[in-house]
């Protein structure tokens, strides 16, 4: 079975700086999704950034950023410039490649707090 | 409607009754999920319905709970004889379905606020 592993309950940054959050995975399968979701206290998920398994380049989506080290099973968002916008519980999450579902399996979060 | 909703947002239960929480997702979405999410943890998978053929049911922790989608679209997940531990919330996501924009293409979740249920 395939799982997610956070190992930082909560992290702080200062608003401007750069954080990084970690993720670890574990699978036997070569094809898969890794993704980055914000939950913020509204408690809407939202999804940041996607990554497929056989792409070698990491995923950017503006500010946000993927260290992906497949043989690691390593899975960290980089989070430039930060805004008190990013405060929020930060999800790591795993998806199975094809097949007739797509069904997440998640880590534990991240709480991200960000400091004015 | 614009995005996934879900009713009620907060349930409080007695122990033993029976809940029915609803998923109105987004319009043409045949993909649909279930998710519990209890305090401090992450979402854990339930259910998963592609139209009204319930898929996959291995997340579903008891054969109290039981989700339906009878016509494709709105989506109910009953418990039965709520437990403490059933307190949770719980979030419904919709996607168009797997393989749609191609061979193995991924369609992104989108996530509904929850239902948050406490089980007194």
């Known amino acids: 079975a395939q799982t997610v592993t956070q190992s930082q309950p909560e992290m702080s940054v200062q608003e401007a700086e750069t954080v990084t959050l970690s993720c670890t995975y574990d699978?036997?399968?070569?094809?898969?999704?890794l993704f980055w979701y914000k939950q913020p206290p509204s408690r809407q998920m939202i999804l940041v950034i996607r990554?497929?398994?056989?792409?070698?380049q990491n995923a950017t989506e503006n500010r946000f950023s993927v260290n992906f080290q497949k043989a690691a099973k390593s899975f960290s968002l980089k989070i430039s410039d930060s805004q008190l916008g990013d405060a929020a519980m930060y999800f790591c999450?795993?998806?199975?490649?094809?097949?007739?579902?797509?069904?997440?399996?998640f880590g534990t979060g991240t709480l991200l707090a960000v400091q004015p | 409607g614009a995005g996934v909703s879900q009713s009620p947002r907060y349930k409080v239960a007695k122990r033993g009754q029976d809940v029915a929480l609803r998923c109105d997702p987004i319009?043409?979405?045949?993909?649909l999920f279930w998710y519990q999410q209890a305090l401090g943890q992450g979402p854990e998978f339930l259910t998963y319905?592609?139209?009204?053929?319930?898929?996959?049911k291995s997340g579903l922790p008891s054969d109290r709970f039981f989700a339906e989608r009878p016509e494709g679209s709105v989506s109910t997940l009953k418990i039965q004889r709520t437990q403490q531990e059933d307190s949770a919330v719980y979030l419904c996501?919709?996607?168009?379905?797997?393989?749609?924009?191609?061979?193995?293409?991924?369609?992104?979740?989108?996530f509904g606020p929850g239902t948050r249920l406490t089980v007194l």
């Open positions: 996501a919709s996607s168009l379905p797997a393989g749609l924009a191609g061979f193995n293409s991924y369609n992104e979740q989108f």
């Open positions: 319009s043409g979405h045949v993909s």
């Open positions: 990554q497929e398994a056989y792409k070698q």
């Open positions: 319905f592609q139209n009204e053929a319930q898929l996959d």
């Open positions: 999450a795993y998806s199975n490649y094809g097949g007739a579902t797509n069904k997440l399996i």
């Open positions: 699978t036997s399968e070569s094809d898969y999704y």
